[in-house]
């Protein structure tokens, strides 16, 4: 399994950065995936998810009405399109997955098995 991460970048405050996940070695269409984020010194946390069938994209409070998850099955891709970013966005940005069940979608870090290589996002003020 592997999970491939791209995207990141430094822009400034108010701009929009769009990160992608690329998934191989998984039946793309049964897994759920999350986007997570690691400040230094801080844990790592939820930004958003996306169920296998795509009804379900819980954001965490902190991203909700800026940050947007999609998923495209042709292209065993999962994208998150994050407009008006914040100094505090500033984060390595993970993308991880998990196999479920059509109903399940877990929401902590340690529910995925599977998790890419980060991606680094900085936001100047």
């Known amino acids: 399994v592997q999970l491939q991460a791209s995207g990141g970048g430094l822009v400034q405050a108010g701009n929009s950065l769009r990160l992608s996940c690329v998934v191989s070695?998984?039946?793309?269409?049964?897994?759920?995936i999350g986007w997570f984020r690691q400040a230094p010194g801080k844990e790592r946390e939820f930004v958003a998810i996306?169920?296998?069938?795509?009804?379900?994209?819980p954001y965490s409070d902190s991203v909700k009405g800026r940050f947007t998850i999609s998923r495209d099955n042709a292209k065993n891709t999962v994208y998150l399109q994050m407009n008006s970013l914040k100094p505090e966005d500033t984060a390595v940005y993970y993308c991880?997955?998990?196999?479920?069940?059509?109903?399940?979608?877990?929401?902590?870090?340690?529910?995925?098995?599977?998790w890419g290589q980060g991606t680094q996002v900085t936001v100047s003020s």
């Open positions: 070695g998984l039946t793309f269409s049964r897994t759920t």
């Open positions: 996306i169920s296998r069938s795509g009804s379900s994209t």
């Open positions: 991880a997955a998990k196999s479920t069940i059509l109903t399940h979608v877990p929401m902590r870090p340690d529910e995925y098995p599977h």
